[in-house]
């Protein structure tokens, strides 16, 4: 049972906009910033968004993040195959001074 | 090329000690804080263990007491030394360099491709 809850699965056209949400509490989310990880199948994670809504360079501004109280959100506008992957939000918890993740969501790009 | 690579992962039995290396490189390694990460087969994230640049260490309470992280910059090297190993350890293991100046604020922006360590008799 992961800290902080991930739909396991999400899916959309290509073009189409998604959105994966990752909800937590007041000792992780509603604290701290939240970070996102994409992991394509066979490869190691990839850093999308950090401090709640910043890209690093080189990832698309398709990928975009935001916080409100407890809950984030990951948004994929104009999907495409090649976003076809798992993705992780993670956080700081106070509680148990750790970082905690998501239990990952899939995305199908049917 | 900025790359880190795990090594030292296989197959353990239950009880039984292995210890990982991770090797980076093409960055100033005592420069980061430096972190373990684990996936078991199918599952999510979780992370293992933090050093500091100063050598300051920090656990989970599911590894605290049986794993051990260490770095010898000199080598440009991470370890994790883990014992008292259960079948609930196995996983990927990754290794990750850190963004963040406090622990609320890290973040991990460069992983390595991971090793896989299976606990079983």
């Known amino acids: 049972q992961s800290v902080l809850t991930q739909p396991p699965s999400a899916s959309g056209t290509p073009g189409q906009r998604v959105t994966i949400s990752c909800s937590g509490s007041s000792s992780n989310i509603g604290s701290n910033y939240v970070y996102w990880y994409q992991q394509l199948p066979g490869t190691a994670p990839k850093l999308l968004i950090y401090r709640n809504n910043q890209r690093p360079s080189g990832v698309p501004d398709r990928f975009s993040g935001s916080k409100s109280g407890t809950s984030a959100s990951l948004a994929i506008s104009g999907l495409r195959s090649e976003d076809e992957a798992d993705y992780y939000c993670a956080a700081w918890d106070d509680s148990l001074s750790a970082v905690v993740f998501g239990g990952g969501t899939k995305l199908t790009v049917l | 090329e900025v790359q880190l690579v795990e090594s030292g992962g296989g197959l353990v039995q239950p009880g039984g000690s292995l210890r990982l290396s991770c090797a980076a490189s093409g960055f100033t390694f005592s420069s980061y804080d430096m972190h373990w990460v684990r996936q078991a087969t199918g599952k999510g994230l979780e992370w293992v263990s933090a050093i500091g640049t100063a050598g300051d260490t920090y656990y989970p309470g599911s590894v605290k007491g049986r794993f051990t992280i260490s770095r010898e910059n000199a080598k440009n090297s991470l370890y994790l030394q883990m014992n008292s190993l259960r079948a609930g350890d196995t996983a990927v293991y990754y290794c990750?360099?850190?963004?963040?100046?406090?622990?609320?604020?890290?973040?991990?922006?460069?992983w390595g491709r991971g090793t896989l360590v299976t606990v079983s008799s």
């Open positions: 990750a360099r850190v963004r963040g100046a406090a622990a609320d604020l890290w973040y991990f922006d460069l």
